[in-house]
Nanobody, 125 residues
Framework: QVQLVESGGGAVQAGGSLRLSCTAS????????VAWFRRAPGKERAFVAA???????KYVDSVKGRFTISRDFVKNMVYLQMNSLNTEDTAVYYC???????????????????WGQGTQVTVSS
């Protein structure tokens, strides 16, 4: 089990950038696949990006070329750099971790057993 805390959310104008951070505590975080999900107002929670313990990455099509997921194995942190933000990116963003060890990160929220509390991102036009 790992504990996850997100930070870095906030309000930004369209076209701007934010970097979200996910700080983990607990053993062997380096062996976990980690993902970012988001829940937009009135919508279901949805996959955004993921990175495996082998640093393989996966993105939802709507953020490809704009968002970058990365991790720092020394600091036990995962980041989501978000550029060219638009109003459709407004959501609560969640960090999640999957300790099952697969080398390819999953876009399914059901694979992730550890979740943070979320951080709000608001993009205004």
């Amino acid at each position: 089990q790992v504990q996850l805390v997100e930070s870095g959310g906030g309000a930004v104008q369209a076209g701007g950038s934010l970097r979200l951070s996910c700080t983990a505590s607990g053993r062997d975080f380096g062996n976990y696949n980690v993902a970012w999900f988001r829940r937009a107002p009135g919508k279901e929670r949805a996959f955004v990006a993921a990175i495996s313990w082998t640093t393989s990455t996966k993105y939802v099509d709507s953020v490809k070329g704009r968002f970058t997921i990365s991790r720092d194995f020394v600091k036990n942190m995962v980041y989501l750099q978000m550029n060219s933000l638009n109003t459709e990116d407004t959501a609560v963003y969640y960090c999640a971790a999957d300790g099952s060890g697969g080398g390819v990160p999953s876009p399914s929220q059901y694979k992730y057993e550890n979740w943070g509390q979320g951080t709000q991102v608001t993009v205004s036009s």
